[in-house]
């Protein structure tokens, strides 16, 4: 529209125009990562493929697991995987949670047609106080990446239950 401000926000996905495959990405793909690909697969795992890596790889933090069990999501199946791990590159969408995770998928992407989206997350490792206090920056997290993830592909009603 002519005169409209121009808005470099991505908007949300119609369902006919959602990606097929979705990989989030952070450091060890222990915090960040796996719950955003638990989330993601909670809400639109019944349309979208999604993945997640690390730069490298670590077991799943046991808060993760405490966190999004609360909500009613399993993730103690989980297998860490980095970068390197990946048998398939076939993404839409590479979302990456950290810098370190932002530069390796551009170095991944450089010669492929995919999406790469940057959304700067907290780190709830960083939390100090108590073990409810530090359980609360992980429901912070969680929540917000719900929140996010809503936001950028729109609602639609969960895959289960």
Same mark, same amino acid.
């Given at each position: 529209?002519? @005169?409209? &401000?121009?808005?470099?926000?991505?908007?949300?996905?119609?369902? %006919?125009?959602?990606?097929?495959? #979705?990989?989030?990405?952070?450091?060890?793909?222990?915090? !960040?990562?796996?719950? %955003?690909?638990?989330?993601?697969?909670?809400?639109? @795992?019944?349309?979208?493929?999604?993945?997640?890596? @690390? #730069? !490298?790889?670590?077991?799943?933090?046991?808060?993760?697991?405490?966190?999004?069990?609360?909500?009613?999501?399993? #993730?103690?199946?989980?297998?860490?995987?980095?970068?390197?791990?990946?048998?398939?590159?076939?993404? /839409?969408?590479?979302?990456?949670?950290?810098?370190?995770?932002?530069?390796?998928?551009?170095?991944? =992407?450089?010669?492929? %047609?995919?999406? #790469?989206?940057?959304?700067?997350?907290? /780190?709830? =490792?960083? %939390?100090?106080?108590?073990?409810?206090?530090?359980?609360?920056?992980?429901?912070?997290? !969680?929540?917000?990446?719900?929140?996010?993830?809503?936001?950028?592909?729109?609602?639609?009603? &969960?895959?289960? @239950?």
């Amino acid at each position: 529209m002519k @005169g409209a &401000p121009s808005d470099p926000a991505p908007r949300p996905f119609a369902p %006919a125009q959602m990606p097929s495959a #979705v990989l989030f990405s952070c450091n060890f793909n222990a915090v !960040r990562s796996p719950m %955003a690909e638990a989330l993601m697969k909670y809400l639109y @795992g019944h349309i979208v493929y999604v993945d997640s890596v @690390g #730069v !490298r790889k670590s077991p799943v933090d046991p808060m993760v697991i405490e966190v999004l069990d609360e909500i009613g999501i399993d #993730v103690t199946k989980h297998k860490p995987k980095s970068f390197d791990d990946l048998e398939d590159t076939s993404f /839409d969408l590479v979302i990456t949670l950290t810098p370190q995770a932002q530069h390796r998928a551009m170095e991944l =992407t450089r010669t492929m %047609a995919v999406d #790469v989206e940057y959304w700067p997350t907290p /780190d709830p =490792t960083a %939390a100090s106080g108590s073990r409810e206090q530090v359980l609360d920056a992980y429901r912070a997290l !969680r929540d917000w990446l719900m929140a996010k993830i809503k936001e950028r592909f729109g609602p639609l009603a &969960p895959a289960k @239950g």
